[in-house]
């Protein structure tokens, strides 16, 4: 089964939980605060294996998870940083984010990698805390939870060259005929129900190989979602060249011809741009060869190259390549997908003190904020003194006067990220 569109969640390592400890050795009364801090959560990554060709790997698993960071200890030891977790995926994957449909990159070459959820930060320990006026600090941070998100993996295959064309045209008979590949050919619409790619062989003067991909059949009405090509349109994307195989033996081969331009110029104008290169197909059919003087020479009219074959006999097939040969760029060029390609996004997320509140649908009060909801989760509520912290961090940020405009009031549920309290007129306690 080809597979080149799937959903998969990922969820990064939390951070370890810092240690609060204190120095307990013979003759050292007052050893002081020595606890460590927590280990940096493990981060999820996306790698290109060029020995991939499909998203099969995620067909039957979609969660992944990178491991926590240890917890620190005593004597100021620090926990172990979670471990990485590598996807590898085959080149030419788009990544999504699914909720907002933001792409976070475009991965082409082999190596290349990108992050797509970042581990939590250790939490420090009270050793950090401690100062001239308050030398034994109870308080030590939690671990900062790793980042979570939906993906939407899309493959778009790396081919150089491009089979479009309607159902039944003879473009896998095209490709068996180029290359070495041996896709499932039979008289009937939609034989091809997934792509197929195939080395073409130039010649042993010619050192390049590219490669050629048969897209299924595409119809009238692809670029809006009707039939089976407007899932696999995306694949002529990357392409160097495209070759248009029409059915010289069909009711209306000028028609076929232009729906077929129509298609890709809805789906993406830039592909009427690439170049093109039209095979008549089927010229052992006498209605084939009848139309074929006058197809040739629309098309010539069109400035539009076009070789009339018979894929099943081979016919024309050397011209054909010849032609390709032409319209191929360089062997260097070969090795460099075209644009758009190889796009990395780096969006760097602030952590301001800027922040919202505003009411869920149950009434209860939500603080946003990137700084306060990492405060919230990094903190210990059962320990008294990381509370009242929490606390002053309120006052420091503006947040506590904000909540009051907002008209709180004691006992109300107070949410920041997954923190959720109750308010008091003086203190907080944690929500059970």
Known sequence: ???????????????????????????????????????????????????????????????????????????????????????????????????????????????????VARGGRGGLGNKHFATSTHQAPKHAQKGEPGEERWLRLELRLIADIGLVGLPNAGKSTLLAALTAAHPKIADYPFTTLEPNLGVMDLGADDPRLPTIADVPGLIEGASEGAGLGHAFLR?????????????????????????????????????????ILVAFNKLDLPSAAEAWPAFRAARQRDGLPVVGIAAAEGRGIDELR??????????????????????????MDGMGDAHSIDRDEDGALRVRGKRIERIAAQTNFEVEESAERFQRDLVRLGIEADLRRAGVASGDIVRFGDVELEWEAEAWALER
């Open 235 to 275: 694949h002529v994307e990357r392409t160097h060249v495209l070759v248009h195989v029409v059915d010289g033996s069909g009711r209306d081969p000028e028609w076929d011809h232009e729906v077929i331009r129509t298609e890709l110029g809805a789906h993406d104008p830039a592909l009427l741009n690439k170049p």
């Open 322 to 347: 010849a032609v390709l040969s032409a319209l191929l760029p360089s062997a260097e060029a070969l090795t460099e997908p075209p644009e758009p390609a190889g796009v990395v996004i780096h969006r």
């Open 1 to 115: 089964m080809f597979l080149d569109r799937v959903k998969i969640l990922v969820r990064a390592g939390a951070g370890g939980d810092g240690a609060a400890t204190f120095r307990r050795e013979a003759h050292v009364p007052r050893g002081g605060p020595d606890g460590g801090d927590g280990g940096r959560g493990g981060t999820v990554h996306l790698r290109v294996d060029a020995g991939q060709t499909t998203l099969r790997d995620f067909r039957y698993r979609h969660h992944f998870r990178a491991t926590p960071g240890g917890r620190g200890a005593g004597s100021r030891r620090h926990g172990k940083a979670g471990e990485d977790l590598v996807l590898d995926v085959p080149p030419g994957t788009a990544i999504y984010d699914d909720e907002t449909g933001a792409l976070i990159a475009d991965l082409v070459a082999t190596g290349q990698q990108t992050i």
